[in-house]
């Protein structure tokens, strides 16, 4: 099928591109899913605080998912979650174009959040997620309080 580079993604031929135009194929492309700007910003606050993780990270065998920084001793897993991919209350937004593609991608990217959640929980994982949005000063408060919480609750078990 033959079609003009512009037209809706109804319009595309079997095996072409899911993208609704070439300028959203373009952009989508260059749309990191690991060492993303909020993500390596994290990570250096994280670091100059002198604590030492992991990146990207499969935390059980079996399990098809990466914590972006973890901390394995203490089984902390963080996520720095894009507001866009991941369904910020405050800064999501959806497509007006190709709508249904969209909304379930999105929902199903929310979806295997909570359930990535849920599967580390009950593996003794503790999972923090943090939109884009958060200052990276605030996620190391956060981190270093809840590493600081789990190695006094394992010295505690001793």
């Not at 095996?15 to 135009?21: F, M, N, Y």
């Not at 359930?115 to 270093?144: C, I, Q, S, Y």
């Amino acid at each position: 099928m033959v079609h003009d580079r512009e037209a809706p993604s109804t319009m595309r031929a079997a095996g072409t591109s899911w993208a609704s135009t070439h300028g959203v194929r373009r952009s989508m492309q260059s749309n990191r899913s690991k060492n993303s700007g909020p993500e390596v910003a994290v990570r250096s606050a994280l670091h100059r605080a002198g604590l030492r993780f992991r990146i990207h990270y499969r935390p059980l065998q079996g399990l098809k998912r990466e914590v972006d920084i973890a901390f394995t001793r203490s089984q902390v897993a963080v996520f720095v979650d894009g507001c866009f991919w991941h369904g910020c209350p405050i800064h999501a937004t959806r497509p007006a174009i190709n709508v249904e593609w969209w909304a379930t991608k999105l929902d199903g990217n929310i979806a295997r959040d909570r359930l990535t959640n849920e599967v580390l929980t009950k593996a003794g994982w503790r999972v923090l997620r943090f939109w884009e949005h958060v200052g990276p000063a605030e996620v190391v408060v956060a981190v270093v309080a809840e590493l600081a919480q789990r190695r006094a609750k394992s010295a505690s078990v001793r």
